[in-house]
């Protein structure tokens, strides 16, 4: 069975760096791209990017200047770091599994995702 | 690529269809002939769940009473009969193009 669990700093500060990892179990880590998307307070889905096996990525360019992903393939983790955060960064961040890897795009299908983790940014 | 979708609520008595509708500003035809388009349920405090992927395929153990349809820019996902359990906000997804992007959401609720 497919799963995804998650973790990271819930309450930053401003200008500090957010920083979140996704494990998975049950799935094959190099056969898929790894995704991350978030969800500011009521407020709809925003895709941030997504990594595979290999570390090729694919950013959202609104995200892309503070945006680093990183895949540890021993441990079937992927991780994410988002610089310089404001409160406009304050949102539920979610992993979850996207398309085949073998492309140079995930070609979205989310069909796994990780519990959401909240981050929240104050001073 | 921007998702818009219609309505944003939707009140649906037990029982009955519902119809929710996403556009996108340029079509989400591939080369390859398919459409990437998804189609996401987000139930009250869950993560999202995929529904549809490439526009009308369900994925594994959604129930068939969730379909969906469409072509070029305008895509349509359909329930049957709605149940209890379909409460939440639908979400659709271009995913032809990076970065993927979402629909604002339509939240369906029992009338």
């Known amino acids: 069975q497919v799963q995804l669990q998650q973790w990271g700093a819930g309450l930053l500060k401003p200008s500090e760096t957010l920083s979140l990892t996704c494990v998975v179990y049950g799935e094959s880590f190099t056969d898929y791209y790894w995704s991350w998307i978030r969800q500011p307070p009521e407020k709809g889905l925003e895709w941030i990017g997504e990594?595979?096996?290999?570390?090729?990525?694919n950013y959202n360019p609104s995200l892309k200047s503070r945006l680093t992903m990183s895949v540890d393939t021993s441990k079937n983790q992927f991780s994410l770091k988002l610089s310089s955060v404001t409160a406009a960064d304050t949102a539920v961040y979610y992993c979850?599994?996207?398309?085949?890897?073998?492309?140079?795009?995930?070609?979205?299908?989310?069909?796994?995702w990780g519990q959401g983790t909240l981050v929240t940014v104050s001073s | 690529i921007v998702m818009t979708q219609s309505p944003l609520s939707l009140p649906v008595t037990p029982g009955e269809p519902a119809s929710i509708s996403c556009r996108s500003s340029?079509?989400?035809?591939?080369?390859?002939?398919?459409?990437?388009l998804d189609w996401y349920l987000q139930k009250p405090g869950q993560s999202p769940q995929l529904l549809i992927y490439l526009a009308s395929t369900r994925a594994t153990g959604v129930p068939d009473r969730f379909s969906g349809g469409g072509s070029g820019t305008d895509f349509t996902l359909k329930i049957s009969r709605m149940e209890a359990e379909d409460v939440g906000v639908y979400y659709c997804m271009q995913a032809l193009q990076s970065p993927a992007t979402f629909g604002q959401g339509t939240k369906l609720e029992i009338k």
């Open positions: 990594i595979n096996h290999r570390g090729s990525t």
């Open positions: 979850a599994r996207g398309g085949a890897s073998k492309y140079s795009y995930g070609y979205g299908r989310l069909n796994y």
């Open positions: 340029q079509s989400l035809l591939h080369g390859n002939g398919h459409y990437y």
